[in-house]
């Protein structure tokens, strides 16, 4: 050989150690084509039921998901509550899968395991619109999901949650019962806890918990505890505590007048006169509760009292409760003449407060009040001066919105 053969002999060997590892890279870029590009049926499913609220379209990513997932615990999560929404919001019945949708339901719904259940519970943790049918889903399998629950509220999981949990508990109802009484008498579960499920107890309404709530009275320590114990048992029929609850409308812990004051709705013949004098205290729910109690025992004289609130100083809770009340007030002409006091009110100039104002023309709107301004017409003609209030005193353009409003519905 050559040196000029040698020389070529090289070069061409060299270039063929280059092609191989050359070929060797386009063939594994030709393998990586083969793979999935964009996002996965489980991140495009999440997105259409959780951001869009689409079931339909929802169901066929997850569907695929499940199938597709090594970890299959999140689609099949997200396909109990797909199939929930789709069946509450007629989607299902519309497009003609209702009756899939409902096999798949209750068929996944009874094979709900517990990490499973732990799963929806952590997707539902953020609020969404499918929030709702998610939870129904889990009330519908049981005292199964009774167990993780009063775990959860006793660990803290999921606080988001807890006020639903509380009504959940609720719709399960007294196939929960025994759960419910078993964490309620543990010395280790938190008094505000015990709270909780005493109200639970009161929803539920089984009186087979008289016998363990009087035990536990025996032993309360907390006065709120005891309090919310002597509310549930009259709710279940004994009657024997009312007198205590009554009194502990001025009791001075608050947490003790919170729970009075709440079942002061349920208490046969209590005193209007009593509700009243509670009005004055300076806590917004025992305000609250006692309004709400006065649409039952309504009494005209407390007419003025719930004016008073409207103007007070109080959180939005108490006011919009007034509201509620004296509509059921008007309704049954225990408010005669209110709307001209209201409208004199709100042009005078002495309610100062935007959100005050604001209150008082709602009032205004509702119908026992716009028929007592239209019925003034001849005499007062409310209507014209709220028009020129409107028109060129009100600064606030959120009451001047709402005076429109009320305006155009007397038209």
Excluded: W
Excluded at 218 to 226: C, N, Q, R
Excluded at 338 to 361: E, F, P, Q, W, Y
Excluded at 369 to 387: G, M, S
């Amino acid at each position: 050989m050559t040196k000029q053969e040698s020389h070529d002999f090289r070069r061409g060997s060299i270039k063929k150690v280059m092609i191989i590892p050359l070929v060797v890279l386009l063939l594994a870029g030709v393998g990586c084509d083969t793979k999935q590009k964009g996002p996965s049926n489980l991140s495009v499913g999440r997105s259409k039921l959780i951001d869009s609220g689409n079931a339909l379209e929802a169901v066929e990513h997850l569907e695929k998901a499940e199938q597709e997932e090594v970890n299959k615990l999140e689609p099949r999560a997200l396909l109990v509550i797909a199939y929930s929404h789709g069946l509450s919001t007629g989607s299902a019945s519309s497009h003609g899968v209702e009756a899939k949708f409902k096999n798949q339901r209750e068929q996944r719904v009874q094979e709900l395991t517990e990490a499973e259940i732990k799963q929806v519970l952590q997707i539902l943790s953020t609020p969404s619109r499918v929030q709702r049918d998610g939870l129904q889903a889990l009330v519908d399998k049981g005292p199964e999901v009774s167990v993780i629950i009063l775990d959860s509220l006793i660990k803290g999981r999921y606080p988001s949650l807890h006020a639903n949990f509380t009504e959940m508990l609720v719709q399960i109802g007294s196939d929960g019962l025994d759960l419910v009484l078993a964490k309620l008498t543990d010395e280790m579960t938190p008094p505000a806890i015990k709270i909780k499920l005493v109200q639970v107890l009161a929803g539920i309404g089984d009186a087979k918990a008289i016998d363990a709530l009087k035990t536990l009275q025996s032993g309360a320590g907390e006065v709120g505890l005891a309090m919310e114990i002597n509310t549930t048992l009259y709710q279940l029929g004994e009657e024997s505590y009312k007198k205590d609850i009554i009194a502990g409308l001025s009791h001075s812990d608050v947490t003790v007048r919170r729970a009075a004051a709440k079942a002061m709705v349920n208490i046969s013949d209590v005193s209007p006169k009593t509700l009243m004098a509670g009005l004055k205290d300076t806590d917004a729910e025992v305000v609250a509760s006692l309004v709400r109690a006065l649409e039952k025992h309504r009494d005209a004289d407390a007419v003025d009292e719930l004016v008073n609130i409207l103007t007070s100083g109080l959180s939005k809770d108490p006011k919009q409760a007034a509201i509620n009340t004296l509509d059921v007030y008007g309704q049954n002409k225990l408010a005669r003449g209110l709307a001209k006091r209201i409208t004199m009110l709100l042009i005078g100039g002495t309610v100062s407060d935007a959100n005050n104002r604001l209150h008082l023309v709602q009032l205004l709107k509702r119908e026992p009040f716009v028929k007592q301004i239209q019925v003034t017409e001849l005499y007062d003609n409310l209507e014209f001066k709220l028009y020129e209030y409107q028109k060129e005193k009100e600064e606030s353009e959120l009451v001047k919105t709402s005076l429109k409003q009320l305006l155009d519905a007397l038209q």
